[in-house]
């Protein structure tokens, strides 16, 4: 695993993450924090925190987040965000979870949205076991396995690969299994886990599909170059062919796996 701060899979992406990206549903935080029993007593651990999609709404909830993630970007678009949205007791850290302190805890809760593949996720598993508190856990946060494809996506990938060639596995990604199940089994602290689900629809027109494809480290606007006018066209003709409204409709779910410590 790659350990660079500045190589970071997301550059160019933190402008559109936040906008873009399809929503969690807000019943995920309420069940988050009720399994958790967050109040402002306690404090929430938010890992690959991006621009603060769980770490905004998680400090509404608890005394204090601290919000870690490797992109400086993504790091100053969170401040950015929750200065607008009053996460004032959000504590900003620029760092990969496998380097946070041990004298950063305790924390009642650890949040990994869509970031735990990013992870050396068997180093990550001990480390948030010496981290949290009695009665805390782990909340890792992901679209739902059981979504189907949007009905733009197909066709955006064929014209992304156009441009890009085939998508690849980044190699900053963890080149273990892809599911997290196996790293929580091989887990003394978190082997018990439980996944629940949160369905929601969206509808997207054109500019929030090209944002979408913006805030994916495979497909973010600086590897176009160039071309990211032509891209933007080619997309846009080919969309408005299959749709000429330029709606599309998404039905999404967000995924929440609920990993609770046991005691030592």
């Not at 948030?128 to 856990?137: E, F, I, T």
Request: glycine residues 8%; hydrophobic residues 40%; proline residues 8%.
């Amino acid at each position: 695993m790659p350990g660079s701060l500045d190589a970071s899979p997301f550059a160019g992406t933190a402008a559109y993450y936040d906008r873009f990206r399809a929503p969690y549903a807000p019943a995920a935080f309420d069940f988050i924090a009720a399994a958790y029993d967050l109040s402002p007593a306690v404090r929430a651990l938010d890992l690959g925190c991006g621009p603060g999609t769980i770490a905004i709404p998680l400090s509404h909830r608890v005394a204090e987040v601290l919000a870690v993630d490797p992109d400086a970007d993504m790091i100053a678009e969170g401040r950015r965000l929750a200065a607008l949205r009053g996460g004032r007791n959000i504590d900003w850290c620029h760092s990969r979870a496998e380097h946070i302190s041990l004298e950063a805890g305790p924390f009642r809760v650890a949040t990994l949205g869509q970031s735990f593949h990013w992870m050396d996720r068997d180093q990550v598993l001990r480390k948030l076991a010496l981290l949290q508190s009695d009665g805390g856990g782990l909340a890792l946060v992901n679209g739902g396995r059981r979504r189907p494809q949007e009905s733009w996506e197909p066709l955006a990938q064929k014209i992304v690969e156009k441009f890009l060639g085939p998508r690849l596995r980044h190699p900053k990604a963890n080149p273990q299994e892809p599911r997290h199940e196996p790293a929580l089994l091989r887990s003394h602290h978190f082997s018990e886990f439980t996944c629940h689900e949160f369905p929601g629809t969206i509808t997207r027109d054109i500019g929030s599909i090209i944002g979408c494809i913006y805030s994916i480290s495979s497909s973010s606007r600086p590897l176009f170059g160039n071309d990211a006018g032509a891209f933007e066209t080619a997309l846009t003709q080919a969309l408005l062919s299959v749709n000429p409204t330029g709606l599309f409709n998404e039905h999404v779910e967000t995924e929440v796996l609920l990993a609770p410590r046991r005691a030592a």
